[in-house]
């Protein structure tokens, strides 16, 4: 009888001192702000305000600008290992839909215009300093672009007073620095 009350009595203190342990922890920051380039962040320059209602899982906005008009886009970000603040690194993938294709020519203005599709990526969130709330974002993205957009690419690689045409990369990258609150 005296060890059952005994092996009680640890296992209760146990417990006991695990909770104390927890009390005001925050296992990860719920606001990410961030300022940069790219489609991830709305455009040629943009921002992005994420949402992270778990540890796996962010939903994010962005809006910016490109040469052309204003850009935009909304999606999710999965995380490949929880959003936790004592991780510096964390990897994720993203798919999203908003603006991820521009036309500009120059001093041909009526041919620039801006393109919305999905996109899917992969990236990476580098957090420093003791709280880990500051850092760089980095990824690569993969616009899957508008049949409109083909169309419109085609039409000026064969017009003969359009010079120097440059063809879109297959993947773009963005680079941001955020802030977590």
Do not use: C, W
Request: aromatic share 14%.
């Amino acid at each position: 009888m005296f060890l059952a009350v005994t092996a009680e009595a640890q296992q209760a203190f146990t417990y006991q001192k695990i909770e104390n342990k927890n009390v005001g922890f925050q296992d990860r920051n719920r606001l990410d702000f961030g300022v940069g380039l790219g489609i991830e962040n709305g455009g040629l320059l943009g921002v992005q305000l994420e949402y992270t209602p778990i540890s796996r899982l962010g939903i994010f906005i962005s809006g910016g600008y490109y040469m052309v008009d204003a850009g935009y886009g909304a999606g999710l970000k999965g995380y490949l290992m929880p959003k936790k603040v004592e991780k510096p690194f964390r990897l994720y993938a993203l798919a999203m839909y908003g603006t991820n294709s521009a036309i500009y020519v120059e001093g041909a203005s009526e041919y620039n215009k801006v393109y919305v599709g999905p996109s899917f990526g992969l990236g990476m969130e580098m957090r420093f300093g003791k709280k880990k709330a500051n850092g760089f974002n980095v990824s690569l993205v993969v616009p899957v672009r508008s049949n409109e957009y083909g169309d419109d690419v085609e039409m000026l690689k064969n017009n003969p007073y359009i010079e120097n045409f440059t063809e879109p990369l297959p993947v773009t990258f963005s680079m941001a620095y955020h802030h977590e609150f």
